[in-house]
């Protein structure tokens, strides 16, 4: 059986003011990827919070090494 690992992490904006921009947090989160240099992303998923203020927003991505498809 062959297995491999997951790796993840998740992302949010600042609490605050700002905090329920979604093209900020997107372009974070891109930076992000960059930053981690050849990955094969597997997955992304975004969840919006209600608060009193501005919803609080996570971007999850699930990725593992590897060269990317382009």
């Given amino acids: 059986m062959t297995t491999w690992t997951i790796n993840h992490f998740s992302q949010s904006n600042p609490a605050?003011?700002?905090?329920?921009?979604?093209?900020?947090?997107?372009r974070r989160v891109?930076?992000?990827?960059?930053?981690l240099g050849?990955?094969?992303?597997?997955?992304l998923?975004?969840?919006s919070n209600?608060?009193?203020g501005e919803d609080?927003?996570?971007v999850t991505?699930?990725?593992h090494p590897g060269r990317r498809r382009r």
């Avoid at 605050?16 to 997107?26: F, R, S």
């Fill in 61 to 63: 991505v699930s990725y």
């Fill in 50 to 52: 209600v608060t009193a």
């Fill in 56 to 58: 609080d927003l996570t």
């Fill in 16 to 26: 605050g003011k700002g905090q329920g921009d979604v093209a900020a947090l997107l």
């Fill in 30 to 35: 891109a930076q992000s990827i960059d930053d």
């Fill in 45 to 47: 998923t975004f969840a």
């Fill in 38 to 43: 050849d990955v094969s992303v597997q997955d």
